[in-house]
């Protein structure tokens, strides 16, 4: 009788042994698991991170012509040299016009984008609902005609779409033009990137993954009457710590392939002293412009500059 106790006693110990060595299994399997899943996040960050890069760089050249309301000339003004955007008349367009003075500085402390040294543009990229101008994927189908009665028709009538391809997503056109670009439900807090402007053809491009919409901190927060969004000014400062930001410098270039410029003349000042053309026919603008523009050199900051 005393060996049977003995023997399950013995059975007892391997037992509880042998789960204890289990559940430091578990745990250790659990641990490995979530360390995975906090690299495979901080890597889709990084990813995230980088592409915006490429979203910035297409803003900063997107934004050297086109934006303000009216046609622009490059970041650095390919009719003269001087600092950019500038309009047709060699003037700022007019809804930056009372931002900057005329070397491309702010007007004030408080000058956003695009003025040299003024606050950086912020664009956080959250899913629309449906972006402006948004197209159907969906193929429209314009059959060639077989009967001999259509193919007597002229070419232009024959190769004519009967149905409109490609269809807009909304149908009327003032919806077509602004779409809905409320955030879609769980397309927010992805990335973003910063761009400022440090001199006349040099930006700081910042480019981040996280739920901070591009603020830096909290006072800008504070600026934009947005506390509402983040609560605590602590927890602002936690959503930041959590994040991965990229920093760039960029030097925007107009050297690029045709860029040429027919006409001479232009509002600010007119090469032409003759006949007083008329600057607002369509013969007496500038053609062949200068495109978007490249880069110079695009470099990776691996410090945090002063200002961004």
Known sequence: MRTYHARRGALLVVVAGLCSLL????FAFLMRMRSDAEEAGRLSQDIQARVMLSSALMYVQETSRIGWGVETYGWRDVRDGLPGPRGFDGYWPVKVATLINDDGRGSSTTATFPAIAGRAARLPMYVMRTPPFAIKSAMALNAVPTDLASLALPWDQLVNYTVPDPQPVLELRSDFIEGDIRPLAGGT????FRVYRLDVAKFIVTCGAGAS???????EVVLDENEAVF?????????????????????WSDHVTGNTFMHGHYGRFSQRYFNHP???????QPNMRQFAGTFSYIQRRFD????W
């Open 189 to 192: 807090s992805r990335s973003w």
């Open 278 to 284: 008329d600057t607002g026919h369509a013969a007496e």
């Open 231 to 251: 609560g605590t000014r602590q927890d602002f400062l936690a959503i930041r710590a959590s994040e991965t930001v990229l920093w760039y410098e960029a030097a």
């Open 213 to 219: 919409q591009g603020y830096r901190d909290w006072d």
């Open 23 to 26: 559940a430091v299994l578990a």
């Open 304 to 307: 945090q500059p002063d200002a």
